[in-house]
């Protein structure tokens, strides 16, 4: 009910100016071309770990089907083309037929599946709604601001998009296609931690998906605050007549004494915090108990996510270090939900929000100061990410069962069998 409470206001709030909200967007993929079709599978693959192999063949062969048709009809007619409306249709299908032929505890792991497809692709909609507000009601942005406090690290994304330009096109195409398949990384390691539902008959109390979806959710909110575009709009040649300079990548900014700066009513406002990093730390952090392939996937996508954001001129340095703080605080707030609050997890959820909190303040407030003395304001800015990732690792490796040693099982086994004898 939270969650529909929140898309609701998403909805009113996104129709007083003039916008489509996520309820809208949603059922408008319902006959016309969704924006994203990966994106609608993706949700349709979660939905499914809840379904048999039967089952799954079934609904993916439905899928496709209707997507055929569509495909067909919007040909005839010259409508705009594009795929994922029989995975929303289907869907929703088994959501009804999880209603009306499915009973018990049957009916609501079916439920449960289809809701967790559902709402990623609302989180993914309601996202988008956040980024339009943003454009529309921050006609001033910080990315003056910013951009002096990044030189505390040295402009990476100046350093990182000269890089790129320098081994273009085999970076940009890697990094771009990490970069926008992020959902698909995601559910990739989403489907690994929720295999074993569909056997079990119920899911785990805290998976990736959760912190996702809070992120998407609650992250953007923040681009309210601290509305700022980025490098290559602020900076260089996509943001036209309303760049202070073309400098990016080459020329990375003086320092002066920043200014808010108004900017365009189409480009979103959405680098504080950077939320690719976010969502590439919790995979990340939920692909370090796969396999080895998952534990790889996680490392390598961590990795390129990075190096695309501040290549592609999308980040600030600074954008990452907050993103990476905000990602923690967010993954430890979802994980206390499920296994219950307790003092490491409030202690640790108020260093992350302050440390985060700090960490905007600065940006704001200290860009001069951080500008001028690097040295100093570097390594504090590493120091203060640092100190929530070794909080975030003590913090967990305490909550997790311990694996006991071979020999203490060897040892009980032993007990066990003379009490037996």
């Known amino acids: 009910m939270a969650i529909l409470g929140f898309l609701v206001t998403m909805e009113l709030f996104a129709r007083r100016y003039g916008l489509a909200g996520p309820i809208t967007s949603q059922a408008r993929e319902m006959i016309f071309a969704p924006r994203s079709g990966q994106l609608l599978y993706a949700g349709l693959t979660l939905m499914m770990v809840v379904l048999t192999w039967r089952q799954r063949f079934i609904v993916v062969s439905a899928a496709i089907g209707i997507d055929i048709a569509f495909w067909l009809v919007r040909s005839m007619v010259g409508a705009e083309m594009n795929y994922g409306n029989g995975a929303l249709w289907v869907i929703f299908g088994c959501a009804i037929f999880a209603l009306t032929r499915r009973t018990g505890r049957e009916r609501v792991l079916m439920l449960k599946g289809a809701g967790l497809g559902l709402l990623l692709v609302a989180g993914h909609k309601t996202g988008a709604t956040w980024l ?88 953007p909110s923040i681009y309210m605050l601290f509305p700022v575009v980025g490098p290559v709009f602020a900076y260089g040649p996509d943001g036209g007549s309303w760049a202070v300079a073309d400098l990016w990548p080459n020329t990375p900014p003086p320092i002066d004494t920043p200014l808010p700066m108004r900017f365009d009513e189409i480009t979103p406002r959405n680098c504080m915090p950077s939320l690719h990093t976010a969502w590439a730390t919790i995979i990340f952090v939920h692909s370090r108990k796969g396999s080895r392939f998952i534990r790889f996937a996680g490392t390598f996508w961590l990795i390129a996510t990075l190096a695309a954001t501040l290549g592609f001129g999308y980040h600030y340095g600074v954008d990452l270090v907050a993103g990476v703080v905000f990602a923690l605080t967010i993954e430890t707030a979802t994980r206390s939900l499920d296994r219950g609050w307790d003092w490491q997890g409030i202690r640790l959820v108020i260093h992350g929000t302050t440390v985060f909190a700090v960490l905007l303040v600065a940006y704001r407030y200290l860009p001069t100061e951080m500008a001028e003395y690097p040295w100093v304001f570097g390594p504090l800015l590493i120091l203060a990410m640092a100190s929530v990732v070794y909080a975030y690792v003590q913090t967990t490796n305490a909550w997790d069962p311990k694996a006991a040693p071979a020999e203490h099982l060897h040892a009980v086994r032993q007990e066990v069998r003379r009490g037996s004898s």
């Open 132 to 219: 339009l507000i943003t454009s529309e009601t921050r006609p001033t942005v910080l990315d003056q601001y910013v951009a002096t406090a990044d030189h505390a690290l040295g402009d990476p994304s100046w350093a990182a998009g000269r890089l790129v330009a320098a081994t273009d096109p085999i970076s940009s195409h890697v990094l771009g296609t990490v970069y926008g398949q992020l959902p698909l990384a995601a559910a990739i390691v989403a489907l690994y931690q929720l295999r074993n539902v569909v056997v079990e008959r119920r899911f785990p109390g805290h998976h990736l998906v959760r912190t996702f979806l809070a992120i998407g959710l609650l992250g």
